[in-house]
């Protein structure tokens, strides 16, 4: 919009820019990812847009502004299906809040409900942290439609930790220190033993 000789101001409610490029590049090896972040913030500044950093937006406050037109990319937040029984219960934690150390879960059993690349790195995390992990993924592979290196190096760093993985396996509920899937082709439960839940499921 800049380049288009529109006066730009960029307004973001967090401290540092990136959204969810942050908690991608606080992943193992990837922290040369925010330099993406580092080249806009730059190139806005240098053609003149003002950058707000810390400030949230409401209705009220856009309208007071009187852009020409307001542009809304506030992204999205992760899923948490609140058709799954027991997927409120506190023992259950969203995969950023573990990337992002909001959330500590050590030496504990854990279920890791999608096997995303997201899934597959907060694997590492957790396995790091001592936990005894089983990921469970409702497709047939691991991180379907995944670039195949990603994975392949992901699973060179999960295998030696003994980290299970279920595929066709469906979550269907949560109960305290337990989990219930089942067998997406067969319709076979299963019930997993966990201290906590985290999802990874987009």
């Not at 969810?20 to 590049?25: E, G, L, M, N, W």
Request: proline share 4%; with cysteine; hydrophobic share 45%.
């Amino acid at each position: 919009l800049l380049l288009r000789g529109f006066k730009v101001t960029v307004v973001e409610k967090d401290e540092k820019p990136g959204g969810q490029v942050i908690t991608a590049s606080t992943c193992h090896l990837k922290d040369k990812l925010y330099w993406s972040i580092e080249d806009l913030m730059a190139n806005v500044k240098a053609l003149g847009g003002e950058i707000k950093l810390g400030c949230e937006l409401s209705a009220e406050k856009i309208a007071e502004m009187q852009p020409y037109a307001a542009v809304v990319a506030t992204g999205g937040v992760p899923l948490r299906p609140k058709s799954i029984p027991g997927i409120d219960l506190d023992t259950v934690v969203l995969a950023p809040e573990i990337i992002m150390g909001e959330k500590k879960i050590e030496n504990k059993k854990v279920v890791v409900v999608g096997s995303g690349i997201t899934g597959l790195e907060v694997t590492e995390f957790l396995n790091d942290a001592g936990c005894e992990v089983t990921v469970i993924e409702m497709a047939s592979e691991i991180a379907p439609g995944a670039w195949f290196q990603l994975v392949d190096d992901e699973m060179e760093r999960i295998k030696p930790f003994g980290t299970k993985f279920l595929t066709g396996t469906k979550l269907v509920g949560i109960e305290e220190g337990l989990v219930r899937t089942e067998n997406v082709k067969t319709g076979d439960k299963l019930a997993i033993e966990a201290d906590n839940v985290v999802l990874s499921l987009g």
